[in-house]
């Protein structure tokens, strides 16, 4: 008989560090046995892919903004995740729901409850078994997003207050979600954060 994998997502605001530990993680993973699928959203799906364009560069009325992200959202889910976990194999996303209430929500003021509608249309009962939440004040993280030199994308234009706004919507998520939610100091060095996952994964 065979077992239901488990289901990772990475959060916090551009800059906190997500992308460096996502690969990390997954290899620690194989490393203990599992089959890992490596995935991110917006995206994850060839259409995910082409959505994902549309949202980081073309200007768009807020709510079109939620909506794509969710329909993005439904293809992964139909398509990887939920396919990837009944086959016993476990997901790691970069970024996933809690995404849509920090970004649209918080950062954009759209209503909590126009979300948690979208959010239980689109996935039911689905949630991620953990999420790791990268914590990091907003002038570190946008310091280390400007030493990347990196083009910004719509979101990664917006000011300070914003990812203020953001960081404040993750608390949020992660008050509302304790036993989901492991949140990971990223001011630490890399390999102090990678010490405190493998930690997390391997007595979680
Ligand atoms: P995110 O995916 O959360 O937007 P990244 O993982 O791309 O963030 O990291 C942004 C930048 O910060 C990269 O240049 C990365 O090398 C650097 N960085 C990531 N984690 C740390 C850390 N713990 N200490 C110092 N720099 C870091
Ligand atoms: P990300 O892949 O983390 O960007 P990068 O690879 O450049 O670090 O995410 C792209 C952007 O999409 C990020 O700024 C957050 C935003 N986003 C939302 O606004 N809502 C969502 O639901 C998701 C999944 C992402």
């Not at 970004?103 to 689905?126: F, P, S």
Request: aromatic letters at 8%; hydrophobic letters at 40%; one cysteine or more.
């Amino acid at each position: 008989m065979s077992k239901r994998g488990r289901f990772i997502t990475l959060e916090g605001i551009d800059g906190a560090g997500k992308s460096t530990h996502h690969a990390w993680l997954a290899n620690l993973l194989r490393l203990n046995g599992k089959s890992v699928i490596l995935t991110r959203e917006p995206g994850g799906t060839q259409l995910g892919e082409k959505l994902r364009t549309l949202l980081l560069f073309e200007p768009m009325n807020l709510e079109t903004e939620a909506l794509l992200m969710f329909a993005a959202r439904r293809e992964h889910i139909a398509e990887v995740i939920q396919p990837a976990l009944e086959r016993g194999d476990w997901v790691v996303s970069d970024r996933f729901t809690d995404a849509s209430f920090a970004y649209q929500g918080g950062g954009r003021g759209l209503a909590w409850a126009k979300l948690e509608q979208l959010e239980q249309w689109v996935q039911g009962d689905l949630q991620p078994d953990l999420t790791f939440l990268f914590e990091l004040d907003v002038i570190t993280a946008r310091q280390r997003l400007a030493n990347t030199g990196n083009a910004p994308d719509r979101f990664e234009r917006e000011q300070q207050e914003f990812f203020e706004r953001v960081r404040n919507a993750y608390h949020r998520r992660a008050e509302a979600y304790p036993g989901r939610f492991c949140v990971i100091d990223a001011q630490q060095s890399i390999s102090a954060i990678q010490k405190t996952l493998e930690e997390r994964l391997v007595s979680g």
